[in-house]
């Protein structure tokens, strides 16, 4: 294990701590009930785990796939496809995942530029595409013969017009640059407050108030393309009600599942990495007894970088 600074809060294993976290992962190797999968993390592929869950499960499906280029994630790598073979890729599972979801559950699944195509075209196969997310993802290396790329996109599709969203969840608090004031000098859809002049307001389709996790954050793992807490927030709040089902095919690190116990859901995770799996599952017991999620204060989403921010947060019962 490389050495840190003293300063680095990045999630990391001890051995002992992979041989006890190794031991309370699952795998699925027969149809299952609905009650035997909630708050589970599977440890296999996506594929030999479809096939064994129930049906009509699932309340919302938040999936990030590797994206359409060449990674790796420890000693697995995704080698970059043709659009269409891409395309054929997203199919495979995304077929396989359509029965576990309920005629009113909503679907979000992450991309990039390469990728957004595909996922668009395959996406509404088999669902209704009701809004596409672009989020600033403020990392990322400069290019000389090339514009930055510094922006993700997150479909959104619901299995039918009968869906949940909250928009009273999702509410955002931004500063105040240019105060209006009406006749009688009073704010304008506006307050003053000790640090500042604030509005809350809608959430749009662009998301500007997002930082990715990094070495001084607690959040923060050695997983290449980790999401905030803060995005799943926002979309669990949003798409999901108190004890819905929360279900990534693509865990990861445990974002997804960690936010949703966060937040009072229920969660199911599928990773065929192990370490993936075991980091997930000392985040979801570190969950259990720290329970704030960054930039989301007093039920709404700060804007970034906001001055004179409580650091403390807010208590979020899970």
């Known amino acids: 294990m490389p050495t840190r600074a003293p300063l680095n809060r990045t999630m990391t294993l001890t051995d002992e701590e992979l041989v006890r976290y190794r031991a309370s992962l699952a795998t699925l190797q027969s149809p299952a009930t609905h009650e035997s999968i909630q708050d ?8 030999t785990a479809l096939p064994n869950l129930p049906e009509q499960s699932v309340d919302l499906m938040f999936a990030d796939p590797p994206y359409n280029l060449t990674k790796s994630f420890n000693d697995r790598k995704f080698k970059k496809l043709s ?12 077929s396989r995942s359509v029965r576990l979801l309920k005629p009113t559950a909503s679907i979000y699944i992450c991309g990039d530029w390469r990728s957004s195509a595909a996922i668009q075209r395959i996406g509404e196969k088999y669902f209704i595409s009701q809004n596409r997310i672009t989020w600033e993802r403020e990392k990322g290396r400069g290019a000389k013969s090339n514009w930055k ?17 909250n928009v009273d969840a ?53 997983h290449p393309t980790q999401k905030p807490e803060k995005l799943l927030a926002k ?35 599928v990773e065929i990495d192990e370490n993936y799996c075991c980091l997930a599952a000392k985040r979801l017991e570190v969950a259990s007894q720290a329970s704030k999620i960054q930039g989301y204060v007093d039920g709404v989403f700060w804007e970034r970088n906001s001055k004179n921010i409580s650091r403390k947060g807010a208590e979020i019962k899970s």
């Open 40 to 47: 589970k993390l599977f440890c296999q592929d996506v594929f």
């Open 235 to 269: 979309i669990i709040l949003a798409s999901s009600r108190d004890g819905d089902l929360v279900f990534d095919p693509f865990n990861g690190s445990g974002t997804t599942t960690v936010v949703a116990k966060k937040l009072g859901r229920h969660y199911l995770g």
């Open 149 to 165: 790329n510094c922006s993700e996109d997150i479909w959104f599709f619901t299995v039918s017009e009968d869906y949940y969203f």
């Open 83 to 94: 659009t269409d073979d891409y395309a054929e890729w997203l199919d495979s599972w995304l």
């Open 170 to 222: 999702v509410m955002l608090k931004r500063q105040v640059i240019a105060p209006y004031t009406d006749r009688n000098g009073d704010p304008k859809d506006w307050i003053e407050a000790e640090n500042g002049r604030f509005r809350v307001t809608h959430p749009s389709n662009l998301w500007t108030d997002l930082t990715v996790p990094y070495w001084s954050m607690p959040e923060n793992t050695d």
